[in-house]
């Protein structure tokens, strides 16, 4: 994900080969937009860390929510890592 938008709220669907993956990343509105890229690359390194076996990842940091994984977001039968953190 490369750009904030709509007021530090994007969503994204990747094609890579024969998968698609789903992305959803939002952070506090208080926060510049580099301050919240920095707080989505951190919640993206935790979630490689601490989530490499699970289907998607829902990972909330204290300004800045991600969440992703390789279905659509609708479908929530499948196991999620999800880790909240605050300050």
Known sequence: MDALENGYNVKENVSIEYNTYYANAACNGELSKED????????????????????????????????????????????????????
């Not at 890229?37 to 490689?48: F, H, R």
């Open 36 to 87: 919240c890229g920095k707080c989505l690359m951190t919640a993206d390194d935790l979630a490689i860390i601490q989530c490499r076996n699970s289907d998607g990842v829902n990972m909330k940091l204290a300004d800045c929510h991600l969440r992703a994984g390789s279905y659509d977001f609708d479908q929530n039968t499948l196991t999620l890592c999800s880790i909240h953190r605050s300050a």
